[in-house]
């Protein structure tokens, strides 16, 4: 489990390496599902951030990445729970990053690039 963090109103992208049994898993053909809720029994249709990840950084090497924006965090800030999933190329799911917390933090700066 790995707690995520973020500024309101900024963009993050973190990098995800998928492996079995030691070795890259090929994702090609995977959609990937990142989920950001308030409540744990929350529907996915009210969910903070919903992310279907369907273009991967290298997918014959097992990676891919989760980017969030700033619209995407902007004003939003507080404790919420995230997890990520993964359909592969049967439909087959699975959880790859457990439930844990997802912070957005509040920016001390709030000027306009």
């Known amino acids: 489990m ?13 990098v995800v390496t998928v492996t ?7 994702i090609t053909g995977y959609k990937f599902l990142f989920t ?15 992310k279907d990840i369907t ?3 290298n997918p014959t090497q097992g990676i891919t990445s989760i980017t969030v924006t700033r619209e995407d965090t902007q004003g939003k800030f507080g ?10 190329d049967t439909d087959k799911r699975k959880t ?5 917390i997802f912070t957005i933090t509040r920016s001390v700066g709030d000027r306009e690039c």
């Open 20 to 26: 079995r049994d030691g070795t890259y898993a090929d």
């Open 55 to 57: 273009s991967h950084t």
């Open 96 to 100: 790859i990053l457990e439930t844990d």
């Open 79 to 88: 404790k919420y729970f995230y997890d990520l999933q993964w359909c592969d």
């Open 36 to 50: 950001v809720k308030l409540n744990l029994g929350d529907t996915d249709t009210i969910a903070v951030i919903s």
């Open 2 to 14: 790995t707690a995520l963090s973020v500024p309101d109103g900024n963009d993050k992208t973190w």
